[in-house]
C-alpha cells in the first residue's frame, strides 16, 4: 500500500504544478488575484466549510494548522480530491452555461510523536478563468471597436504544517510557499480597419511566502466533546514580475515592456469556530472568518475593495448504531451544511455575495481503512442588478481520505 500512496503522491504533485488546478470560468476571476478558494478538504467541504474549531482525528483539516494535533499516533493520513462545476451565467436576459472538471489538492499527514504532528501538501491558493468581450463607439464617430478578454492562470501554494499539543490547547502554524501566473489578453478589433487590431497580452509572475496560525483548545462537559478554535494570517506582499507585450493578430511583437513590484498582497485574516461532538452520533460545527481586503488596490483596477465575511455552519452523523446488522452500513457518514459569503468585490455600487448549500456521504472502502467522500454544493454568487451577472452553480466534490496504519509499537515480553 505504501508503493501506491507514494506513487499517487508523485503523479499529483506532477499533475498539480503543471497548472491543472483551475477550476472557474467565472468573470469575477478578472479582479484582484482572482476567484479565492476555500482551504477546507472533503468533509470540511461537506459540512458547509466549516473547520476552524474541528480536530483533524483520521482527515486533514488545513483550515486551522493546530487541528493536526488530533492525527493517530499510529496512522498515515493522506488526501487527494478533485472537483466539478456547473454554472449558469444570467445576465440582462442572456444566459451561459459552462462546467469544468480538474484535480484539486494533494496532501500527507501523520503524529511525528506525542505532542508534535506534520502534514505536508499543494493546493489551489486563487482561480483565474473568463471570457468577456465588450463594444464600444469610437469617441465621435459611429464606428465601433470590439474588446475581448480572456483570462486564466491562478495562485497555488505549498506548504508544511506543524501543530504542537500542550495538554487541552493545541498551537498550530502552516508555512507555505505561494506561487503562480496570471495571464490577461485583451484583443481589440476594428471592422472599419483590420489592420488597427492588436492583442495586448499581460501577465503576472507571483510569488511569496506566507503563514498563519491557529489554536485550538478541546475540553468535556456532560459527554460531549468541546472544541474552540482561532486562525490567523497576517497581510502578505507578492513578489511580481509583470510582463506586457502587445502584437499583431498574427502575434508579431510591437512592443514589449517588464517590471517587477510589490503591489499585490493578500489580506489579513481573522477566524474563530467551534465544534462540539457526542461520539460517531452526532457532530456539529460552526465558522465565522474575516479578511481585511479594504485598503488593498491592485494595478490596472479601479474598483475599490471591501473587507470580506465567510459565516458557514454544518454537521455530519452516523446514524445507524444497532438499527443496521450491517457493519459496513453502520461506518457511512451523512454530512450537510451551509455557508455565506460577503466578497471583497464591490462592481457598479454593489457587493458580491456568494451563498450555498451542502450534502455529503462519506463512504468506507473495503479492506484499506479509507473514505471516499462526496459532496454536493448548490450555490448562487452575483446578482443580476446593475447590470451585473449571476452565477447559479452545482459543485461535485470527490475526495478519498486514505489512513494507513505505518507506526506500530513494539511489544517486548
Not at 376 to 400: A, C, P
Request: hydrophobic share 35%; aromatic share 18%.
Amino acid at each position: 500500500m505504501r508503493q501506491r500512496i507514494l506513487f499517487l503522491t508523485i503523479f499529483s504533485v506532477f499533475i498539480s504544478i503543471s497548472g491543472v488546478s483551475q477550476n472557474t470560468r467565472s468573470p469575477y476571476s478578472i479582479f484582484g488575484p482572482g476567484e479565492i478558494q476555500s482551504r477546507g478538504f472533503g468533509r470540511n467541504m461537506a459540512m458547509g466549510g466549516a473547520g476552524i474549531g474541528v480536530s483533524s482525528g483520521s482527515f486533514i483539516n488545513t483550515m486551522n494548522p493546530a487541528s493536526y494535533s488530533g492525527f493517530d499516533s499510529l496512522k498515515f493520513v493522506y488526501e487527494i480530491g478533485f472537483e466539478g462545476k456547473y454554472s449558469r451565467f444570467k445576465s440582462q436576459g442572456d444566459r451561459l452555461n459552462d462546467y469544468t472538471f480538474n484535480f484539486k489538492y494533494i496532501a500527507f499527514g501523520f503524529r511525528v510523536n506525542d505532542w508534535w504532528a506534520s502534514t505536508m501538501g499543494i493546493a489551489p491558493f486563487s482561480n483565474v478563468g473568463y471570457t468577456i468581450t465588450t463594444s464600444k463607439y469610437v469617441e465621435g464617430t459611429f464606428d465601433k471597436f470590439y474588446s475581448s478578454y480572456e483570462g486564466s492562470g491562478g495562485i497555488n501554494y505549498v506548504y508544511w504544517g506543524n501543530a504542537f499539543k500542550l495538554g487541552k490547547l493545541s498551537l498550530g502554524v502552516n508555512s507555505s510557499y505561494l506561487f503562480g501566473s496570471i495571464t490577461q489578453d485583451e484583443l481589440i478589433t476594428q471592422p472599419s480597419d483590420i489592420f488597427s487590431s492588436f492583442i495586448m497580452q499581460r501577465t503576472d509572475y507571483l510569488k511569496s511566502f506566507y503563514f498563519d496560525y491557529g489554536a485550538q483548545y478541546s475540553f468535556k462537559i456532560k459527554g460531549w466533546d468541546y472544541t474552540l478554535g482561532a486562525i490567523y494570517s497576517n497581510e502578505q506582499k507578492l513578489t511580481s514580475r509583470h510582463q506586457v507585450d502587445v502584437k499583431t493578430t498574427s502575434y508579431t511583437t510591437i512592443s514589449s515592456e517588464e517590471y517587477k513590484s510589490k503591489q499585490l498582497r493578500v489580506p489579513e485574516t481573522y477566524g474563530i469556530g467551534f465544534s462540539m461532538k457526542k461520539g460517531p452520533i452526532v457532530h456539529v460545527a460552526g465558522d465565522y472568518e474575516f479578511q481585511k481586503w479594504s485598503g488593498l488596490k491592485y494595478p490596472i483596477q479601479k474598483d475599490v475593495f471591501l473587507d470580506s465575511h465567510r459565516f458557514a455552519v454544518g454537521a455530519e452523523s452516523k446514524p445507524w448504531g444497532e438499527i443496521v446488522t450491517l457493519d459496513w452500513y453502520k461506518k457511512i457518514t451523512y454530512r450537510i451544511g451551509a455557508n455565506y459569503k460577503t466578497s471583497f468585490l464591490k462592481i457598479n455600487g454593489t457587493q458580491i455575495n456568494e451563498k450555498g448549500i451542502t450534502f455529503g456521504l462519506g463512504i468506507p472502502v473495503k479492506n484499506i481503512g479509507s473514505l471516499m467522500n462526496f459532496t454536493v454544493e448548490v450555490g448562487q454568487k452575483g446578482t443580476v442588478s446593475n447590470r451585473l451577472i449571476r452565477e447559479d452553480y452545482v459543485l461535485f466534490h470527490m475526495n478519498f481520505s486514505i489512513n494507513e496504519i505505518w507506526f506500530k509499537k513494539r511489544i517486548f515480553y
